[in-house]
């Protein structure tokens, strides 16, 4: 079992709204990756920071954005939700070119 | 640009047979391939990735850069192996982000 937890696990939002998720970075692990994976599909590459700077963008709309703190700990933004953010959103933390080590996920929908 | 091509959603084996789990990337650099796994009820995590060159529980995968793929083999399923597996490709002119193929399900069949 890894260090990397995500918290809440479930979130329920209605469209317009705004959310916020939390991921804890495994010990040691300075770079982090979230990812979006809707029903049936591969995760897809949100953003990734690195020592709190964004460090990579995947192709989604500024509504989407993130936070790295000190302590490598980090938050997800979704502003202006719509009802196809309704996804399970995971979180990696690594070091740089080392192996990615995933949350178990938070589960939003968007009604 | 960058994909991954996991052409079947579904595989079925039989215990004992031997098993192929395809994925086909496009990329005009040097890519690093990965095979993740999820069993049910846990999280994603690393099967194997093509530069370490390990064999991780009886599972394989050779990187060809020629047919550019790099499809995950074992000789003899296990009931232990179904899971989800996911091939991804990490592409370091783009900020090393990770692509994923949409995975393949495998139930080994007892």
């Known amino acids: 079992e890894t260090g990397v937890t995500q918290s809440p696990t479930h979130l329920i939002k209605t469209r317009g709204q705004q959310v916020t998720l939390r991921c804890s970075s495994q010990s040691g692990h300075n770079t982090v990756s979230w990812y979006q994976q809707a029903l049936g599909q591969g995760p897809q590459f949100i953003f990734q920071y690195y020592r709190e700077e964004e460090n990579g963008r995947g192709n989604f709309p500024p509504r989407f954005s993130g936070l790295q703190f000190p302590n490598y700990s980090s938050e997800l933004n979704v502003n202006a939700l719509e009802l196809d953010d309704s996804a399970l959103y995971l979180c990696?933390?690594?070091?740089?070119?080392?192996?990615?080590?995933f949350g178990p996920g938070t589960r939003l929908l968007v009604l | 640009a960058q994909r991954v091509t996991q052409p079947e959603k579904l595989l079925s084996v039989f215990k004992g047979a031997p098993v192929e789990l395809k994925c086909n990337y496009s990329?005009?650099?040097?890519?690093?391939l990965f095979w993740y796994v999820q069993y049910s009820r846990q999280r994603l995590q690393l099967l194997l990735r093509?530069?370490s060159r390990e064999s991780i529980k009886g599972f394989t995968a050779d990187l060809n850069k020629g047919e550019t793929s790099f499809h995950l083999k074992k000789p003899f399923a296990q009931e232990e192996d179904s899971a989800m597996y996911y091939c991804a490709l990490s592409a370091a002119n783009t900020g090393n982000q990770f692509y994923f193929g949409t995975g393949t399900s495998l139930t080994v069949i007892p």
């Open positions: 990329y005009s650099g040097s890519p690093e």
């Open positions: 990696a933390t690594h070091q740089p070119q080392e192996t990615q080590y």
């Open positions: 093509h530069i």
